[in-house]
Nanobody
Framework: QVQLVESGGGLVQPGGSLRLSCAAS????????MSWYRQAPGKERELVAG????????NYADSVKGRFTITRDNVKKMVWLQMNNLKPEDTAVYYC????????WGQGTQVTVSS
C-alpha cells in the first residue's frame, strides 16, 4: 500500500520557520523524484520545490527561492521541506508528491503564517 504521510505543519508568525516532513512507504522511494506542492484557498495547486531521485538536483518556485530547502534521505524514505522567513502568502495546504511512471500524493498538512 502506497503511503505518503506529511507532518510538521502549523501556525507560525511571519519571519518564522517550519520543517515539513514526508514519510514514504509502499513503493521504490529511491527511484522517484519527490516534490512539495501547495494549494491556497481559491487557488490552483502549485509546485513549491522538487528533488531528483538521487538528490543531486533541486528546483524551486521563484517565490520561495532562498527561503525554502528540499532534502531527502533514500535510506529513511523521507523528504523534508525546510521553510524559513515565512510570509503570509506561504499560507496553504502543503502536499508531498512522488513521481516516476506513477504519481502519488499525500493527504496534505496545513501551514498558516499569521501574526
Amino acid at each position: 500500500q502506497v503511503q505518503l504521510v506529511e507532518s510538521g505543519g502549523g501556525l507560525v508568525q511571519p519571519g518564522g520557520s517550519l520543517r515539513l516532513s514526508c514519510a514514504a512507504s509502499g513503493f521504490s522511494f529511491g527511484a522517484y523524484a519527490m516534490s512539495w506542492y501547495r494549494q491556497a484557498p481559491g487557488k490552483e495547486r502549485e509546485l513549491v520545490a522538487g528533488i531528483t531521485s538521487n538528490g543531486g538536483s533541486t528546483n524551486y518556485a521563484d517565490s520561495v527561492k532562498g527561503r525554502f530547502t528540499i532534502t531527502r534521505d533514500n535510506v529513511k524514505k523521507m523528504v523534508w521541506l525546510q521553510m524559513n522567513n515565512l510570509k503570509p502568502e506561504d499560507t496553504a495546504v502543503y502536499y508531498c508528491n512522488a513521481q516516476r511512471l506513477y504519481q502519488y500524493w499525500g493527504q496534505g498538512t496545513q501551514v498558516t503564517v499569521s501574526s
